[in-house]
């Protein structure tokens, strides 16, 4: 099938869905986390099995969940169990092998903030908080970031750490006692990131169209390219079928 235009959140979509692999454990977030998770499942990984911050152990949505607490979840999941046998037994045991997280803020060594913009006292706006996040970006064996990329997202520093990254206030991941791999990309509208032996975040890919200007215009710190920047590709047109009639016929997402 010839290859179509892809909209900014297919790509997104595409190229977080190629990051996982058949029999990964993912711990699947709601956006466009849950439709790569679904995308993957159907395409290159059927074996990869899902687990919902809400309790659903194994699921196998016949549709596209529109919350953790849909009960499309529920349908053929190996098990339902309770949200402290998700982060205890589960996660804080080692046992989630991917993270997905996205948030309002991200910083170049993958801190994230879900929690105020401005003062924590005081602040502009104050947003949903952490919920499981910070225990995700501290278990998980690898963490993928899914943000689109601007100034105000993409910032020299986080108002404030909900999920931290490589460094922490001048500390590292090991400094700090956290078992998890942390973040090994950030998968934007633009390309890709990856993250350097120091923690810091790297240009490492770029979409059809998009030049490393437009990248470093969009980010809010002077932002490192790689030596090679790779060409990402587009989905071809069974992908985009794929996504657009069957797993977002209804566009929550996409």
Known sequence: MATENASASERMAWRAAQELRDGDVVFVGIGLPNLACNLARATHAPGLFMIYESGAVGAIPERLPVSIGDPSLVTDSLAVVGQADIFQCMLQRGLIEVGFLGGAQVDRWGNINTTVIGDYANPKVRLPGSGGACEIAVHARRLLIVMR????????????ITSPGHRM??????????????????????????????????LSELYPGVTVDQVRAACGWPLRVAESVRAVGEPDGAVLQLLREKLDPKRLYL
């Open 149 to 160: 990329m601007g100034k105000r997202t993409f910032v020299e520093k986080c108002d404030f």
């Open 169 to 202: 206030h001048g500390k590292t991941r090991a400094e700090l006692g956290m078992p998890g791999g942390g973040p090994t990309r950030i998968i934007t509208d633009l390309g890709v990131l990856d993250f350097d032996a120091t923690g810091e975040a790297v």
